[in-house]
Nanobody
Framework: EVQLVESGGGLVQPGGSLRLSCAAS????????MTWVRQAPGKGLEWVSS????????RYADAVQGRFTISRDNEKNTLYLQLDSLKPEDTAMYYC????????????????????WGQGTQVTVSS
C-alpha cells in the first residue's frame, strides 16, 4: 500500500523559509516521478513542482519558479520541497503525490495521473 506522509509545514512570516518533507513507503520510490501540489482555502488544486525518478529533471509552476526547490533522496525514500522567499499567496495545504506510471514525470493536478496522495501539511505565510 502506497503511503505518503508530509511534514514541515507551519506559520512563517513573509520572506521566510520552510522545508517540506514527504516520507514514502509501500512502493519502489526510486522508480516513480513525484509531484507537489497545493490547495489554498476556497480554491482548487494547483500544481507546484515535479521531479523525475533520479532527480535530474525538475519543473516548477511560474508562481514559485526561483523561490521553491524540489529534491529527492532515493536512499531515504523521501521527497522534499524547499520554500524560500515565501509570500502570503503561498498559504495553502501542500500535498505530495506519486505518479501512477513508473519512470514518468507528470506536471498536472489530474487525479488519474497519480495513485498516491499524502494527507497534506499546512503552510501559512502571515505577519
Amino acid at each position: 500500500e502506497v503511503q505518503l506522509v508530509e511534514s514541515g509545514g507551519g506559520l512563517v512570516q513573509p520572506g521566510g523559509s520552510l522545508r517540506l518533507s514527504c516520507a514514502a513507503s509501500g512502493f519502489i520510490f526510486s522508480t516513480y516521478g513525484m509531484t507537489w501540489v497545493r490547495q489554498a482555502p476556497g480554491k482548487g488544486l494547483e500544481w507546484v513542482s515535479s521531479i523525475s525518478v533520479r532527480g535530474g529533471t525538475t519543473r516548477y509552476a511560474d508562481a514559485v519558479q526561483g523561490r521553491f526547490t524540489i529534491s529527492r533522496d532515493n536512499e531515504k525514500n523521501t521527497l522534499y520541497l524547499q520554500l524560500d522567499s515565501l509570500k502570503p499567496e503561498d498559504t495553502a495545504m501542500y500535498y505530495c503525490a506519486k505518479v501512477k506510471a513508473p519512470y514518468k514525470m507528470v506536471t498536472t493536478t489530474q487525479r488519474d495521473d497519480y495513485d498516491g496522495w499524502g494527507q497534506g501539511t499546512q503552510v501559512t505565510v502571515s505577519s
